[in-house]
């Protein structure tokens, strides 16, 4: 199963619970609207709680907030990213100014897994009835297999040195075929 991501806006290098949040809550609607295609249509029951074997297979709770995570580790799935990071700055620079590139990654990564443990929530953070549950890609970051970067100018007048626009091309796949993960990866 393959799909992209795209984001825009702040990426810092030292992100905080709140700010891993903000990137979380911006993937959100693009991963609940992947529901809607196949091939995840008509598994609908792997997101909703039930009495079922595999309701809420893919459903984590953490400090009583629901997150789906499409990528778990119980269906043997594990996703490779390929990133285009487009950047307010010269190709090379991003070692210099805006903060490296591992660190800005790793806030991407914790961005697009679900929080594992209550201190990666806002306390504030209140999900509305859109967010219920909240959507991830990733149940753990662990499940990242592959990554690829490349890095550009982001040519785009009065934005933030921090500020980037993001490509994320998607590759779920699986490490063993199962009945369960079947319908993703075929």
Not at 2 to 16: E, I, N, V
Not at 28 to 56: C, M, T, V, Y
Not at 66 to 78: G, M, Q
């Amino acid at each position: 199963m393959r799909f992209t991501l795209t984001y825009d806006g702040p990426l810092a290098s030292s992100g905080d619970a709140r700010r891993k949040h903000a990137i979380r809550r911006k993937f959100h609607p693009q991963l609940k609207a992947l529901w809607n295609f196949p091939p995840l249509n008509g598994n609908e029951k792997w997101i909703r709680a039930g009495s079922g074997a595999d309701d809420g297979l893919m459903l984590t709770s953490v400090a009583g907030h629901s997150f789906a995570s499409l990528v778990i580790p119980s269906l043997k799935l594990y996703a490779e990213l390929e990133i285009i990071l487009l950047r307010p700055e010269q190709p090379g620079g991003i070692v210099v100014s805006g903060g490296d590139i591992d660190n800005r990654l790793k806030t991407l990564f914790d961005a697009l897994r679900c929080p594992a443990a209550q201190q990666e929530i806002p306390q504030q953070w209140q999900p509305t009835p859109d967010e219920q549950p909240l959507f991830c890609l990733l149940e753990d970051d662990r499940l990242i297999s592959r990554v690829s970067v490349k890095t550009d100018r982001l040519l785009e007048p009065g934005v933030q040195s921090s500020d980037v626009r993001l490509f994320i091309n998607v590759e779920v796949r699986a490490s063993t075929a199962t009945y369960g993960n079947l319908g993703i990866i075929a």
